[in-house]
């Protein structure tokens, strides 16, 4: 008996010393993103998460991994250019999981998966990929590397190695931080097209790789060799969905995710994904302001899977003049019978540190942040 009350104590206490237990897919309902430019300090950041609370999110997609560089203690990978590639004295996610468990919310590690730099130079460090690891980045048919711009050059997942270090870093943090879930953005192929110009990956590795496993080359089946890379970001999915199972069984795995299936040169299948289990939920990115064709995205998704209860439109309220116009868009997903959404982005709703405003509506209307937060916390909600 005395063994018995004593179990029956501790179930108690469990969740006050925890802060919150594990999240399902169904207990998302309503997710926000934080970027990585949007703190600078502790304070920033216990800030930011006390606002999330305050508003109604229950989900919170912090990011701590952009381009190769990480805001969080890294093993493996240099500190951001956010912090000038230093350690700034304190650890963002640290203190974000910190005052998540405060505040009774979620928190969701936030990492840009294959990126690995951005701009037209190369990183100032001699530490991070771009230099260290040339021959893991996209490589064309001509042998020229993806050239930097102010877009994202990104790693091949056609390498093993590449696949083997990413699943590294994300084990580093669901084994280290206690997060509530990873988020995987960027999972995908950045600046490449499928049709004319540069075929990206085309160094005599990757080429090398692809005719062990069918026996042929790229050209002598395009639509084969399309569906090969978009199985290599598959498998990439599956390796880290295989790590978590080992190290991390009660963290939940979601993906940032374009609205279509074969959306041109993504090679991004992310119904097999929801099919086979190999995440816990989608968020598609349905990014407009204008709330029919939002609708008209919302199909799109519908057709590419029947799997609903698991997908999470994406709102991007970035591009929104009239805090109407994200409400409408809310009430699609309610409508539509999807079982939550996420809102892009924190900065659309709050001010930060951010270097520039969320988007040029927010200069050309100081007060629509505060309307946004008003409209979104004086909505009726739905009975979930």
Not at 59 to 78: D, I, K, M, N, W
Not at 120 to 143: C, E, H, K, M, V
Not at 343 to 361: E, G, H, I, M, Q
């Amino acid at each position: 008996m005395k063994r018995l009350l004593s179990f029956c104590v501790l179930l108690l206490v469990l969740p006050a010393s925890c802060g919150f237990l594990p999240q399902r897919s169904s207990d998302v309902k309503q997710a926000v993103w934080v970027n990585r430019w949007d703190y600078k300090t502790e304070s920033d950041v216990r800030t930011i998460v006390r606002n999330c609370a305050r508003a109604g999110f229950d989900t919170v997609f912090f990011q701590v991994r952009g381009q190769g560089t990480a805001l969080y203690a890294s093993s493996y990978e240099p500190w951001s250019q956010e912090f000038d590639f230093r350690y700034p004295g304190w650890d963002p996610l640290d203190v974000a999981c910190d005052e998540a468990s405060r505040q009774g919310i979620a928190l969701h590690a936030w990492v840009n998966m294959l990126p690995a730099w951005k701009g037209a130079t190369p990183p100032s460090i001699n530490n991070q990929l771009y230099r260290t690891r040339p021959g893991w980045f996209l490589y064309d048919q001509s042998g020229k590397r993806q050239p930097l711009s102010d877009h994202y050059v990104i790693l091949n997942p056609c390498l093993p190695e590449v696949r083997k270090y990413l699943t590294r870093i994300c084990e580093d943090i669901v084994s280290r931080y206690p997060v509530q879930g990873l988020h995987m953005d960027y999972i995908r192929f950045v600046g490449v097209t499928s049709g004319a110009g540069p075929d990206y990956p085309r160094d005599a590795r990757t080429v090398a790789i692809y005719k062990k496993a069918t026996g042929l080359e790229p050209q002598e089946d395009l639509e084969r060799w399309n569906q090969w890379k978009a199985d290599q970001i598959t498998r990439l999915v599956s390796d880290v969905r295989s790590m978590m199972k080992r190290a991390a069984p009660r963290t939940m795995l979601t993906a940032a995710v374009f609205r279509a299936k074969a959306a041109p040169g993504k090679y991004q299948d992310w119904p097999q994904w929801l099919a086979k289990g190999k995440v816990d939920a989608v968020f598609p990115m349905v990014y407009t302001g204008n709330s029919g064709t939002f609708r008209e995205y919302l199909s799109n998704i519908t057709e590419a899977t029947k799997i609903r209860d698991r997908v999470f439109p994406a709102i991007g309220v970035y591009k929104q003049a009239d805090p109407k116009q994200t409400l409408d868009q809310i009430d699609s997903v309610e409508s539509m019978g999807f079982p939550g959404y996420g809102l892009y982005a924190y900065n659309s709703f709050f001010r930060t540190k951010a270097p520039v405003d969320a988007s040029a509506l927010e200069a050309k209307d100081p007060d629509l942040r505060v309307r946004r937060r008003e409209a979104l916390v004086t909505r009726p909600r739905k009975d979930w």
